[in-house]
C-alpha cells in the first residue's frame, strides 16, 4: 500500500517542506493542489516545474497527482474547459505525477445534460492525457457525488484516459455505502481519498479515526499497489488543528485498518484493470 496527502492541509508551506514532511512521516507521495494561489499551477513556468521536480526526488516522494479545479460537467463552452484540461495534464506531465484531478461541476443542470457534457469533455481529453502519460480521475463531488454517478460517466467514457477518484467523504455524504462505492468505482478507480469529520452538519478535519466517516470500510477493498491520499482540508478550515502533528498518527491509524483486513481475510488484488501507474514510477 502506498500513502500521500494532499498539499490542501499546508496552506502557505513550500513544496520542499511537505516533501520532507511526508518523507518523515513514512507518506509515498503528495497530492499537489493546483490553484493560482499555490506554489504550482498550470501558470507556473517551466523553471519552477522543475524545482519542484527535483525537491520531490531529493525527499524520495512521488507527486502523486496535480489536484486541479476544471469542472467538465459545467455549462458553458467546451474549448475552455478543454483547455484548461490540457493544461493540467501538460503540469502533472511535467511534474511526473500520473493522475489530475477534476470535478463534475454540473450545478443545476439536468442530470443528462451534465452527464452528456462531462462524457464528451473526457472522451475529447483522455486521449491527450494518455500520450503524455497521465490520467484525468473525476472526483465524487458536488454534482455526481456517488461512486453510481461518477460511473456512469466514465462507464459512457470509456477510454483509459480517464478514471475516478473516490472522495469517501462525498460518497458518505451522498447516502451511498462504501461497499456501492467499491462495486461502482473499481473498474476506474485511480485512488482513493479518506478524511474524518464529527458529522454531516460539522466538516471540520478531524484526524483519521477521530469522527463518524467509515472508514474500516472504504479501506476494505483496497489493493495492493493502490494509494490511499488523506485530504485534509485545513486551506478552507484555518481552526483546525495543524496537520503535521497529525500525520503520523493519520498514516498509522490507515496501516492498521489494512492490517486487520489482511488478518480477516480480505483479498489481497491489483487495482481494476492492472496496476495504476502510466509513468512508471514505483509498484
Not at 500520450?131 to 467514457?157: K, M, N, Q
Request: aromatic content about 6%; some cysteine.
Amino acid at each position: 500500500m502506498r500513502y500521500a496527502f494532499s498539499t490542501l492541509g499546508l496552506p502557505g508551506t513550500p513544496l520542499a517542506r511537505g516533501a520532507a514532511l511526508a518523507a518523515e512521516h513514512g507518506y509515498d507521495g503528495l497530492e499537489l493542489r493546483a490553484h493560482p494561489e499555490e506554489p504550482l499551477h498550470p501558470g507556473s513556468p517551466s523553471g519552477d516545474r522543475a524545482v519542484a521536480r527535483r525537491a520531490l526526488a531529493a525527499a524520495g516522494v512521488t507527486a502523486l497527482g496535480v489536484a486541479g479545479y476544471a469542472k467538465v460537467a459545467a455549462a458553458g463552452e467546451d474549448g475552455p474547459v478543454l483547455a484548461e484540461l490540457r493544461s493540467l495534464v501538460r503540469l502533472a506531465a511535467d511534474l511526473e505525477a500520473p493522475y489530475v484531478r477534476v470535478f463534475p461541476g454540473g450545478g443545476s443542470l439536468p442530470e443528462a445534460d451534465a452527464d452528456t457534457r462531462a462524457v464528451r469533455r473526457l472522451r475529447a481529453a483522455a486521449p491527450y492525457a494518455e500520450r503524455h502519460g497521465v490520467r484525468i480521475l473525476l472526483e465524487t463531488h458536488d454534482s455526481h457525488p456517488t461512486g453510481a454517478a461518477a460511473a456512469r460517466v466514465l462507464e459512457r467514457v470509456g477510454h483509459p484516459g480517464a478514471g475516478a477518484l473516490w472522495d469517501a467523504l462525498h460518497t458518505w455524504l451522498g447516502g451511498e455505502p462504501p461497499a456501492e462505492s467499491w462495486r461502482s468505482l473499481a473498474p476506474h478507480l485511480g485512488y482513493v481519498q479518506v478524511k474524518d469529520v464529527a458529522s454531516t452538519r460539522d466538516l471540520t478535519p478531524l484526524g483519521l479515526g477521530e469522527g463518524v466517516l467509515p472508514l474500516a470500510e472504504v479501506t476494505a477493498g483496497m489493493p495492493s499497489g493502490g494509494w490511499l491520499c488523506w485530504e485534509y482540508e485545513k486551506r478552507w478550515y484555518p481552526r483546525a488543528a495543524d496537520l503535521p502533528r497529525r500525520l503520523a498518527r493519520g498514516r498509522e491509524h490507515l496501516a492498521r485498518l489494512l492490517r486487520e483486513h489482511r488478518e480477516q481475510g480480505a483479498p489481497d488484488t491489483e487495482p481494476a484493470g492492472g496496476p495504476q501507474n502510466p509513468i512508471g514510477g514505483p509498484p
